[in-house]
Nanobody, 118 residues
Framework: QVQLVESGGGLVQPGGSMSLSCAAS????????MGWYRQAPGKERELVAR???????EYTHSVSGRFTITRDNAKLTVYLQMNSLKLEDTAVYYC????????????WGQGTQVTVSS
């Protein structure tokens, strides 16, 4: 069983930056892939970015060039640096980890709110 604890989030103005982090504890066997989903009000949850333990990375098109995902395998932590934030980035961001590239993923964080507003 892997526990994921997120930190970061809050309120930021359009064009601003924000960083999220997610630390895993417990079993390391389900940490091959880590990443972030988000869910905006009234919308389905969507994949934001994911990264494997050997740094294979994928971004959803809408964040490519603005967001950067990294991970520290020694610390079992994944980070999401978000730059040039837009109003449409407002959502609850969920960290996840899993043992394979494709979902379903085994473990999820509790979610952290990111609000982009002027």
């Amino acid at each position: 069983q892997v526990q994921l604890v997120e930190s970061g989030g809050g309120l930021v103005q359009p064009g601003g930056s924000m960083s999220l982090s997610c630390a895993a504890s417990g079993s390391i066997f389900n940490n091959y892939i880590m990443g972030w989903y988000r869910q905006a009000p009234g919308k389905e949850r969507e994949l934001v970015a994911r990264i494997t333990s050997n740094n294979h990375i994928e971004y959803t098109h809408s964040v490519s060039g603005r967001f950067t995902i990294t991970r520290d395998n020694a610390k079992l932590t994944v980070y999401l640096q978000m730059n040039s934030l837009k109003l449409e980035d407002t959502a609850v961001y969920y960290c996840f980890s899993g043992s394979s590239w494709s979902p379903p993923y085994e473990s999820w964080g509790q979610g952290t709110q990111v609000t982009v507003s002027s």
